[in-house]
């Protein structure tokens, strides 16, 4: 009960696991483009009342565990997230100002799944995706 969050008239606790990849499963999610994104997912949160209580950036997937109010249908945040940080992506690293039609970031779908009582169990999974890199990274430095 201490995770409970609540509006007017509701008391919740709605956290939900989610996992997306950019467009064609590119590898496009590097160091400087990490480091940027994940102020920015936070940022897109807040907008939609929402918070992002643990994140991963992989080089071709995005990993989030994010509290959603009741009001909010996920696909609604989701998308807005996806959506907004795409603009963000081809004004600040494409250089696009405008006229973003055809311009897709991010592929169409993602996986989602309620947390419930396995939010510990989650949040190992996904610190571990983060020990995960830095021995790919150290792995790949031994080969060079």
Not at 86 to 100: C, L, T
Request: with cysteine; glycine share 6%; net charge positive.
């Amino acid at each position: 009960m201490k995770d409970n969050q609540s509006l007017n008239h509701t008391t919740w606790e709605c956290k939900y696991h989610v996992i997306w990849i950019p467009k064609c499963r590119r590898k496009a999610i590097y160091e400087q483009l990490r480091q940027y994104l994940g102020s920015t997912f936070r940022d897109l949160a807040t907008q939609r009342e929402s918070k992002v209580l643990e994140g991963h950036l992989r080089s071709d997937h995005v990993h989030m565990l994010i509290s959603i109010p009741p009001k909010y249908a996920v696909a609604q945040v989701i998308g807005f997230i996806k959506g907004e940080s795409a603009i963000h992506i081809a004004r600040n690293f494409m250089g696009h100002r405008k006229n973003f039609t055809g311009q897709h970031f991010w592929a169409r779908g993602y996986y989602v799944s309620t947390v419930g009582q396995n939010e510990t169990t989650i949040r190992e999974y996904i610190k571990r995706q983060e020990q995960e890199d830095r021995r790919l990274d150290q792995l790949s430095m031994l080969e060079e």
